[in-house]
């Protein structure tokens, strides 16, 4: 497979002859306003062109679905989300709910499964204030396993996962130890540290960081990534902003 990072939580993932886009987000930097706070967007965006599905995590937080990444959806095929992502969008957004999966044909002729898998993007307890996040396991036949977590900051999900699953071959890891008022010093997504250990609990043989840069609400990224996943060694890759990686 291939993956080309775009920024923030964006990534294009190409996959047994298909394109799959991670949460959209396009618009320039700036401030963008949720509630009576905002989430500051320090870098993007960039291109990307036609996909064949969108893997929305979420729609209720602008570092995941911003303004243009709505406008995005619309040109999409298949945009696959939570049931209340669906509900607020309308078509094409189609809810995947926990263990639930989508086929899409392949042009070999066979066929990727698209399965939704739990997040939670708080600490325990906090969905009412965070809303519902989804993640994804991609799989098929003569393809890797694929995690993309999605904005997860729990490793018990991940464990989870592992276990429903059997683990992936890569994991996509949404990295950036968010944290803002609305859950005190909790960690909203995966700290550095917590990226190494997650890879290990997956037995992943490749690990990419996503969503670890270009928000200012983020506490872990480019400059503590390297350290954390050091023990990982070459199964860790920490992407640049418009970087391919071809993983076998």
Excluded at 6 to 33: C, E, I, N, Q, S
Excluded at 99 to 111: K, N
Excluded at 151 to 175: H, K, Q
Aim: hydrophobic residues 40%; aromatic residues 4%; charged residues 20%.
């Amino acid at each position: 497979m291939e993956i080309r990072y775009v920024g923030g939580p964006t990534a294009v993932l190409d996959l047994g002859g298909l394109r799959l886009l991670t949460d959209p987000t396009f618009d320039p930097p700036g401030d963008y306003p949720i509630g009576d706070r905002a989430l500051s967007k320090t870098g993007g965006p960039e291109e990307v062109g036609a996909v064949d599905a969108v893997l929305l995590s979420h729609d209720q937080h602008p570092d995941n679905l911003d303004r243009a990444g709505r406008a995005f959806l619309a040109s999409a095929p298949v945009v696959l989300s939570t049931g209340s992502a669906a509900e607020r969008l309308g078509d094409p957004v189609q809810a995947l709910p926990n263990w639930t999966h989508v086929d899409l044909p392949r042009p070999d002729g066979g066929t990727l499964r698209i399965t939704g898998v739990p997040a939670q993007h708080g600490p325990d307890g906090s969905e009412h204030l965070v809303g519902e996040v989804t993640g994804f396991v991609l799989s098929g036949e003569g393809l890797p396993t694929v995690y993309v977590s999605g904005d997860n900051a729990s490793l018990d999900v991940v464990r989870a996962v592992a276990e429903r699953t059997g683990g992936a071959d890569v994991a996509i890891l949404f990295a950036g130890g968010a944290k803002t008022p609305l859950a005190g010093d909790a960690y909203l997504t995966l700290p550095s540290e917590d990226v190494a250990t997650a890879a290990d609990i997956l037995g992943a043989r490749h690990v990419v960081p996503l969503h670890f840069e270009h928000w200012a609400h983020f506490t872990h990224g480019r400059d503590t990534l390297p350290k954390a996943l050091a023990a990982l060694g070459e199964r860790a890759h920490v992407p640049d902003p418009g970087q391919r990686l071809s993983l076998s």
